[in-house]
């Protein structure tokens, strides 16, 4: 790979953290969802629809590599090919099974991306994969308007991003590693504050990050939760606000979530009895950290033993200077 060219980007656009729930998230009905992050979701969709970055890197619970120190980057089994979808969910309607997305993937920019984690101290590989649900359900919410349970037989589709490709980074093995995956939003930020030549498109490309979890997520307590009273857990509503504050709040965020870790485990792993869709948040911060950028929580929900926490990870983007 012949060295990158870089050009600082003085208008970054902001990172997401989006809570996608169950696959069923990509109906606004959906009894086990929530119609406000769908709603906010749809929103922030059309505003990068109309900002048009040349491409999104997700950070999803569902893909952990398969070494502490190392991060995984997708690419499609041929050049600027569309990125399959894969299907990890069990159980539920036929029709969810035939859901599709459609979107390229970047292999100049992930060989990109590998390069800088690498640089900066991580382990990296490019590895054939599609996209997890925790990927494509909740871009599929951002950006198509259609789904196969309102509209059971489509025309022939084309891009749902024509003009964006996807590239998926993964998390480490290590999901108790607090710190290395705010290290990671800290290294991937370096893609929303620099343009990179893509040698593809004989031009530079601006990308933005997405980051894919839920802000409480205890499967098992579901069933006990809703016959709670208020139908919440103990648990979630406390967790949901600490990390409302923790994030929108002053100070050291990768300071606060390793106390909280060290000094009160239970309120922790109760919220995330699994640290996966935990560490999609940490990415955020990570992100926002390196130029202590602001944070919003744009939406958020208590249902059971699940969070509905949404945010935004640096400034508005506008069209102005």
Request: proline share 6%; with cysteine.
């Amino acid at each position: 790979m012949s060295v990158a060219k870089i050009a600082a980007n003085t208008k970054p656009f902001p990172a997401y953290f989006f809570s996608h729930g169950a696959p069923s998230f990509l109906y606004e009905d959906d009894d086990f969802g929530d119609r406000g992050a769908w709603k906010t979701v749809k929103k922030i969709g059309r505003l990068i629809k109309k900002w048009q970055p040349d491409y999104i890197i997700v950070v999803s619970a569902h893909w952990q590599s398969t070494g502490s120190n190392l991060v995984e980057v997708n690419v499609a089994d041929a050049p600027s090919a569309e990125n399959k979808l894969i299907y990890d969910f069990y159980g539920f309607p036929k029709y969810m099974y035939q859901e599709e997305f459609h979107s390229l993937n970047a292999p100049v920019i992930g060989e990109q991306i590998k390069a800088h984690l690498e640089k900066n101290g991580f382990n990296s590989r490019l590895t054939k994969r599609g996209l997890d649900h925790g990927a494509w359900v909740p871009l599929k919410v951002a950006f198509s308007d259609y789904n196969t349970k309102t509209n059971p037989q489509p025309e022939e589709k084309g891009l749902d991003l024509p003009d964006t490709a996807v590239i998926q980074v993964s998390l480490t093995a290590n999901d108790r590693d607090i710190d290395a995956h705010f290290r990671l939003g800290q290294v991937l930020n370096y893609f929303r504050t620099h343009q990179v030549w893509d040698e593809s498109k004989n031009r530079y490309a601006r990308g933005l990050i997405v980051c894919s979890g839920m802000t409480v997520h205890n499967l098992g307590d579901i069933g006990r939760g809703l016959s709670a009273p208020g139908g919440v857990m103990p648990y979630t509503k406390p967790f949901n606000r600490w990390l409302t504050s923790t994030l929108t709040g002053p100070g050291d965020k990768r300071e606060a979530i390793t106390k909280l870790q060290k000094e009160n485990p239970t309120l922790l792993y109760n919220a995330h009895p699994s640290l996966e869709h935990f560490l999609p948040a940490v990415v955020g911060a990570g992100v926002a950290s390196e130029n202590d950028e602001p944070i919003k929580e744009l939406y958020n929900n208590d249902f059971s033993s699940m969070g509905w926490g949404i945010f935004q990870f640096g400034k508005d983007y506008t069209d102005k200077a």
